[in-house]
C-alpha cells in the first residue's frame, strides 16, 4: 500500500507534501473532507502496534481537554483518533510495509528516503 493522510489546510502538511514529491501510485487522503474510518484505523494500528503513536499530543483538542493529566488507554486513544480527525498525528505516510508518522525532520527525511 502507498498512502499518505493529510490535512490541506496545514501549511505544514503542504511543505511536506511538495516536498515528498509523491509519485502518482501513491493515495492521498485530505482528513478534513474524508476522515479517517475504522477499518482504515486498524490498518494503521497493524503498522504501528500502538494508538498513542498516533496521537497528536500537541492538538488543541488534546490541550483543551486536559488529556495529558489523565490516565488514558489503547481503547480511549482509539476512540479519540475516530472522534475527530485532529487527534491524527499528520501526515502519516504508509510505503509497502513501512509507516511515518508526523513531521519531525527525521521522520519526513527517512519517509523520503523510503520513497527513493
Known sequence: MKKIYHLSTCDTNKRI???LNL?????KQDLKTNPISKAELEELYQFSKNYEALINKRARLYNERDLKN???KESDYKN?????YTFLKRP???NEQEIFIGN???VVTAAK???L
Open 17 to 19: 507534501l511538495k516536498d
Open 23 to 27: 509519485p502518482e501510485a501513491f493515495i
Open 70 to 72: 489523565k490516565d488514558l
Open 80 to 84: 479519540l483518533l475516530l472522534e475527530h
Open 92 to 94: 502519516v505516510l504508509i
Open 104 to 106: 519531525s525532520k527525521k
Open 113 to 115: 528516503d523510503s520513497i
